[in-house]
C-alpha cells in the first residue's frame, strides 16, 4: 500500500521549533520530489517548500525563508522539514506529497499525500 505518513507535529510557543518528518512505506522517496503544504482553519492549502529528487534543489515559500530548511534522509526513505523561530502565523495543518520532479507549486499535480499532521503555535 503507498502512503505517506506525517509526524512531528505539536504545540509550541512562538519563537520555538519542530521538526516534521514524512515516511514513505510502498514506494521510494529517491523517485519523487517531495513538497510540504499547509493549510490553516478558513485558508486555502499553500505550499511551503519542497525538495528535488537529488536534494540539489529546494524551494520555500517566502513566509518560511529563513526559518525552514527541507532535507532527505536517505537512508531511512524519509524527508524532514525543519520549522525554527515560528509564529502564530505558521499554525496550519501540514501535508507531505510527492511529485515526479521537478517541483511544482500546484497541488493538484502531487500525486501522493499523507494525512497531515497539526501544528499549533501559540503561548
Not at 1 to 29: D, I, K, T
Not at 66 to 80: D, E, H, L, P
Amino acid at each position: 500500500q503507498v502512503q505517506l505518513v506525517e509526524s512531528g507535529g505539536g504545540l509550541v510557543q512562538p519563537g520555538g521549533s519542530l521538526r516534521l518528518s514524512c515516511a514513505a512505506s510502498g514506494f521510494a522517496l529517491d523517485y519523487y520530489a517531495i513538497g510540504w503544504f499547509r493549510q490553516a482553519p478558513g485558508k486555502e492549502r499553500e505550499g511551503v517548500s519542497c525538495i528535488s529528487i537529488t536534494g540539489d534543489t529546494t524551494y520555500y515559500a517566502d513566509s518560511v525563508k529563513g526559518r525552514f530548511a527541507i532535507s532527505r534522509g536517505y537512508a531511512k526513505n524519509i524527508v524532514y522539514l525543519q520549522m525554527n523561530s515560528l509564529k502564530p502565523e505558521d499554525t496550519a495543518v501540514y501535508y507531505c506529497a510527492a511529485v515526479f520532479d521537478p517541483c511544482s507549486d500546484y497541488a493538484d499535480d502531487y500525486h501522493y499525500w499523507g494525512q497531515g499532521t497539526q501544528v499549533t503555535v501559540s503561548s
